[in-house]
């Protein structure tokens, strides 16, 4: 099965939460998934945040949001962080937020501890909290141009050139078991319940696209594969980042366009 973010489930049950789209219940069950229960910290004074997602929600319509946007910034490319630059520095560490969308500027960092072993892995997560300086226009990047439309095109350009550049530098040197990875991450979809009741097929069809391609760059991602020299390793590399940039701007232009 594919996943997105932990910021972009939050973003997109907590818009539909707020606008009468979806429970509660069913809001904590998605963000959260196999997590331990997830909690949250307010900082920089930030004195209406409970200290769990449940009373989250309502804190935010009391507050006046009535939408969230997720981003997911990576080095070189912080695109859509608000500032100020501690907030930005932990996104960038965590390679996601979540901002209002109206109402008042605040952002949620989220702050993940592995636990457990391979076999029975846990995550604890908490939510940090706070005022942000102010929420950019568009959060979607140069890539995707900020539409859904164009990042769906941009992906499906995406897929084109992640295969071209894949078979030429090799990823099947990475053994038999990625091959049956590969194969099984290009048929893989979101599980059902990931996003909420209603949410457009487009969407949905990006987000799975977006997912399959991450997947697979995370495969290529574990070695050179077939690169001979140094130039070529650095060529690959470059269009691999290249490629994941397409898509977490995609996740973004996605998960934004249903607030």
Known sequence: MLDIPRSARLAAWGTAWLQGRASATDVVRAVEGDDEPHRVEPRDGLEWAPDDLAGLLPALRKAGV???????????????????????????????????????????????????????????????????VERPAAVAGPLTGGGLADAERALKEGLLAATATLDRLDVAALGPDAAEQLRLVRRADLPPGALPVGTPARTLQVLSTAGRLRAVLSLAGHDDGAAVNAFEAQERARALRELDGLCRHAVVAAVNSLG
Do not use: I
Not at 75 to 99: H, I, K, Q, T
Not at 100 to 113: C, H, K, L, N, Y
């Open 66 to 132: 009535r939408a969230l946007h997720v981003v997911l910034p990576a080095p070189g490319d912080p695109v859509g962080l608000p500032g100020p630059p501690a907030f930005n520095g932990a996104a960038l560490e965590a390679g996601e937020c979540v901002l209002s969308a109206d109402g008042p500027a605040w952002g949620a960092v989220p702050e993940v501890t592995e636990f457990g072993s391979e076999w029975e892995p846990g995550h604890l997560v908490t939510w940090h909290v706070q005022p942000v």
